[in-house]
């Protein structure tokens, strides 16, 4: 069965980086594009961008332009997101998903807490 | 950009009330709409693809209507397990973009 599972919760004070893991299974990782989303508390879903693990494309929304980077390791199945530059308002959930044909977000990832605090 | 707004923000409904929410998209999006379900503490799950497609393993009390620009999520009948939070999506073009959210709450 497909499954993604992320890396656990993070701590970080304003400015630092953050890195969060998204391991797949249950498929050809190379296959399918890999997109992020995330979820201030109180807040609704946010589209963050996208990344293709075979040829390593990326689009990311212009919001994080110069701040995300979002690449892959086929070897492992992994699938990876950093955040740089962090501020508080980056506090939240951050989600991983896989995309069916570029149609839809068909199988999503646990979630993992970002906090961002001094 | 396409802009995604969904109303009501929020609605207080009965188990067994039938329910709808509207997704309206900026421009034109053909089908590329998807319905979601988000309950705290746990990942969105698709409900609806291509505007109108039921999900396998959705119930069928789910269904979905709307091309170019207006689209439509319909309960028939509510459950308790379907209160929760519901979100438009457009795949029609980057970069993608989900509606504010519709929170369905127990009269």
């Known amino acids: 069965q497909v499954q993604l599972v992320q890396s656990g919760a993070e701590v970080k004070k304003p400015g630092a980086s953050v890195k969060v893991s998204c391991k797949a299974s249950g498929y050809t990782f190379a296959s399918y594009d890999i997109h992020w989303v995330r979820q201030a508390t109180g807040q609704g879903l946010e589209w963050m961008g996208w990344m293709n693990p075979n040829s390593g494309d990326t689009g990311y929304a212009q919001k994080f332009q110069g701040r995300v980077t979002m690449t892959g390791n086929t070897s492992i199945n992994t699938a990876y997101i950093e955040l740089n530059s962090l501020r508080s308002e980056d506090t939240a959930v951050y989600y991983c998903?896989?995309?069916?044909?570029?149609?839809?977000?068909?199988?999503w990832g646990q979630g993992t807490l970002v906090t961002v605090s001094s | 950009d396409i802009q995604m707004t969904q109303s009501p923000s929020s609605l207080s409904a009965s188990v067994g009330d039938r329910v709808t929410i509207t997704c309206r998209a900026s421009?034109?999006?053909?089908?590329?709409l998807n319905w979601y379900q988000h309950k705290p503490g746990k990942a969105p799950k698709v409900l609806i693809y291509a505007a109108s497609s039921l999900q396998s393993g959705v119930p069928s009390r789910f269904s979905g209507s709307g091309s170019g620009t207006d689209f439509t999520l319909t309960i028939s009948s509510l459950q308790p397990e379907d209160f929760a939070t519901y979100y438009c999506?457009?795949?029609?073009?980057?970069?993608?973009?989900f509606g504010q959210g519709t929170k369905v709450e127990i009269k």
């Open positions: 421009h034109s999006i053909s089908n590329f």
């Open positions: 998903a896989r995309s069916d044909f570029a149609t839809l977000l068909d199988y």
């Open positions: 999506h457009q795949s029609y073009s980057i970069p993608w973009a």
